[in-house]
């Protein structure tokens, strides 16, 4: 499976740590750029920029709520990188459990320890 420039896009949004906490944040819920900025730390201009390319690789979008512009998480694009990931997670969890399995064969195999004066054998 080849990286697809939705996908790349995505990678670049979050691979910046402001923006990787402001989509932590959203995936609480959609939130005001004040209120982004209260809870991270950041001033409006930040957020704001942040935000613009947030929207820019599809991860965010914009709804108006009366006097309030709130921004929300697109789960789209995260999906998209899901599945560009399973692949590597399957390799990863075969791994894993061959190294599970060697282990277990490896603590069968071990010859028990021997007791210390004064300790009784297990």
């Given at each position: 499976?080849?990286?697809?420039?939705?996908?790349?896009?995505?990678?670049?949004?979050?691979?910046?740590?402001?923006?990787?906490?402001?989509?932590?944040?959203?995936?609480?819920?959609?939130?005001?750029?004040?209120?982004?900025?209260?809870?991270?730390?950041?001033?409006?201009?930040?957020?704001?920029?942040?935000?613009?390319?947030?929207?820019?690789?599809?991860?965010?979008?914009?709804?108006?709520?009366?006097?309030?512009?709130?921004?929300?998480?697109?789960?789209?694009?995260?999906?998209?990188?899901?599945?560009?990931?399973?692949?590597?997670?399957?390799?990863?969890?075969?791994?894993?459990d061959a190294l599970e399995r060697r282990l277990d064969a490896m603590a069968d195999d071990a010859p028990a320890a021997t007791p210390r004066r004064g300790e009784e054998a297990?």
């Amino acid at each position: 499976m080849n990286l697809r420039p939705d996908t790349i896009a995505t990678l670049r949004a979050l691979a910046e740590p402001n923006r990787l906490r402001i989509v932590e944040l959203l995936r609480t819920g959609p939130l005001a750029v004040g209120e982004i900025g209260e809870r991270l730390g950041m001033r409006q201009p930040q957020v704001s920029k942040h935000l613009r390319v947030l929207k820019e690789a599809g991860l965010a979008v914009v709804r108006v709520d009366a006097q309030r512009r709130l921004h929300a998480l697109r789960p789209e694009p995260l999906r998209e990188l899901d599945a560009w990931l399973e692949p590597y997670r399957r390799v990863w969890t075969a791994r894993l459990d061959a190294l599970e399995r060697r282990l277990d064969a490896m603590a069968d195999d071990a010859p028990a320890a021997t007791p210390r004066r004064g300790e009784e054998a297990r």
